[in-house]
Nanobody
Framework: QLQLVESGGGLVQPGGSLRLSCAAS????????IGWFRQAPGEEREGVSC????????FYADSAKGRFTISRDNAKNTVYLQMNNLQPEDTGVYYC??????????????WGQGTQVTVSS
């Protein structure tokens, strides 16, 4: 059974950077498309980015384009989200989840517990 664990969150000033990691255990991660999502206080969870199972396809929400980069190292069973030029509106709990076959129009599962990102001066 696939289990995902996020890490790398923290408190950062506006304009700062963080790199989130999503580590998998239980099964080989290269079977799955992996998405990053976030949920701000009082808001619904939203998609941030997604990467195909081989790493050849990546997708970003408009809010993430040009600032965030998703990548994966299947040998390490880990997906990363490099976040640069962070802004207060990026604050929230970041989750990773897995999907079979696509990044769009599919149900994501195996949700991790989330990692808190707080952008504040």
């Amino acid at each position: 059974q696939l289990q995902l664990v996020e890490s790398g969150g923290g408190l950062v000033q506006p304009g700062g950077s963080l790199r989130l990691s999503c580590a998998a255990s239980g099964v080989t991660l290269d079977r799955y498309h992996i998405g990053w999502f976030r949920q701000a206080p009082g808001e619904e969870r939203e998609g941030v980015s997604c990467i195909g199972n081989s790493g050849g396809m990546t997708f970003y929400a408009d809010s993430a384009k040009g600032r965030f980069t998703i990548s994966r190292d299947n040998a390490k069973n880990t997906v990363y989200l490099q976040m640069n030029n962070l802004q207060p509106e990026d604050t929230g709990v970041y989750y990773c989840a897995a999907a079979w076959g696509s990044c769009a129009g599919v149900e994501f599962g195996s949700w991790g517990q989330g990692t808190q990102v707080t952008v504040s001066s």
